[in-house]
């Protein structure tokens, strides 16, 4: 069955592949971008008939809804929406500038809330559709020196966990997707941002662009068996509300899980005591 998808960042990354596995897969795509011009040249060959191009940069509250109605006018409704578009700000806490902090979680955050407010009404009268927000494994568990990134993952949990809750009486499923680290631009100089203050503690245990910067081209993940999950994922009667991808971040989430369930237990007496007296 074909169906129309909206995909935010689909420029480069996870997801253009996202947008290439829903084309192989004989849906219609709405692929947005902040830079047109690259969403040209990433889909010169897909076919015109099935693909609408759109320049959209999510921080933008007000481009949202011309964006989605740009595509319900083209292809007549929106059966899945993708939030992918976000990037990194790595480095720690104190050595992140208030104003890089407001951009991570104006794109990272707001702009999924955006595109959110812009297709629930156009999902909410079809009575169905399929939210797809790209968080990650940072959403899970903590990574020294991301303190920021994984404080704008977190809350993209937070986010899908509770609209669930809230549209599942018009159809709608709501599904955060946990990549681990996967091989895309995420760590390139023209994606990943890093604070610009540099405090001599923290720099005595080393530096958080070259503890990251090792990662790159080393990742495990492949980018396009994500975009097959994502695509199997949206054909499911009964989705996931969450699901790691990438055995990296399978490992790295049953760690965190398992640590949390031991904590639980240690300090039950504890957290008890703080209930009324019957």
Not at 70 to 89: K, M
Not at 163 to 173: M, N, R, S, T
Not at 229 to 241: E, G, H, S, Y
Request: hydrophobic letters at 50%; charged letters at 20%; proline letters at 4%.
């Amino acid at each position: 069955m074909s169906t129309t998808w909206m995909i935010t960042g689909a420029g480069r990354g996870i997801g253009a592949e996202i947008a290439r596995a829903a084309l192989q897969a004989g849906h219609k795509v709405v692929a947005t971008g902040r830079r047109l011009a690259q969403l040209q040249d990433t889909f010169a060959d897909a076919d015109p008939a099935r693909i609408a191009l759109i320049e959209l940069d999510v921080a933008g509250e007000a481009q949202a809804a011309p964006a989605v109605a740009q595509a319900v006018e083209r292809f007549g409704r929106i059966d899945v929406l993708v939030n992918n578009a976000a990037y990194g700000l790595l480095g720690r806490l104190e050595e992140v500038s208030s104003d890089d902090i407001a951009q991570q979680f104006a794109v990272n955050v707001h702009g999924v809330m955006h595109m959110l407010r812009a297709v629930l009404p156009v999902m909410r009268r079809q009575r169905g559709g399929h939210i797809i927000n790209i968080s990650s494994i940072a959403g899970i568990t903590g990574f020294d020196g991301a303190s920021v990134y994984c404080a704008s993952k977190y809350a993209i949990e937070g986010l899908t966990a509770s609209l669930a809750l809230e549209v599942a009486p018009f159809g709608i499923h709501v599904t955060a997707v946990e990549p681990g680290f996967f091989r895309t631009e995420f760590l390139d100089p023209s994606s990943v941002r890093y604070g610009a203050a540099a405090i001599p503690d923290y720099a005595e245990h080393g530096s958080v662009e070259q503890a990251y910067g090792a990662y790159k081209g080393k990742q495990l993940g492949d980018p396009v068996k994500l975009a097959a999950a994502v695509i199997a994922l949206a054909a499911m009667d009964t989705p996931p509300r969450q699901f790691l991808a990438g055995s990296d971040a399978l490992a790295m989430a049953t760690a965190e899980l398992d640590a949390r369930r031991t904590q639980m237990a240690d300090f039950a007496a504890l957290s008890a005591s703080t209930d009324h007296a019957a």
